[in-house]
């Protein structure tokens, strides 16, 4: 797959660099595409309906180095969708490398909620949710931060 290959030469690039990691390209709204060594991973439990989207919301570091972070998936558009909200931080902040660098994110919540998301473009909708029992750690590595990209890997 052509987008696999180009993704991969990315990734490459930007392990064999000397950059640092750049904190500040990190916050930010971003578009989620998945994909996996063979092509587009299909294990995502959101419906591909050509008008869904999912997203990531990541916020600043507040003062204990944990910073926002809310992942959306439409189930039928950006008026139906799951959130999940939590909080990410460096593994090892002291650790310069931009590549790869280790995640940690902590999951508090989830909802299931009707109304506009956060990273809708559309008129807002007041938004009402159901609480979702989700929460736990996982960890994720940032292979590639860019101003317009982000690569991250689970």
């Not at 989830?110 to 807002?124: L, N, V, Y």
Request: glycine residues 10%; contains cysteine; charged residues 20%.
């Amino acid at each position: 797959l052509e987008v696999g290959r180009l993704l991969t030469e990315i990734i490459n690039q930007e392990q064999s660099s000397s950059k640092t990691w750049d904190a500040k390209l990190f916050p930010g709204t971003w578009k989620l595409v998945y994909f996996e060594r063979g092509g587009v991973d299909r294990r995502i439990p959101f419906p591909e309906f050509g008008f869904n989207d999912q997203y990531q919301i990541f916020g600043n570091d507040n003062n204990d180095n944990a910073a926002s972070v809310t992942n959306i998936g439409e189930l039928w558009g950006p008026n139906l969708f799951v959130q999940v909200l939590g909080t990410y931080r460096e593994v090892d902040p002291s650790s310069p490398s931009s590549s790869p660098k280790r995640l940690e994110a902590n999951i508090s919540g989830g909802q299931f909620c009707i109304g506009s998301h956060p990273a809708a473009a559309a008129d807002p909708i007041a938004k009402k949710c159901v609480y979702l029992p989700i929460e736990g750690v996982g960890l994720f590595e940032s292979l590639y931060l860019g101003p317009r990209l982000r690569i991250l890997q689970n």
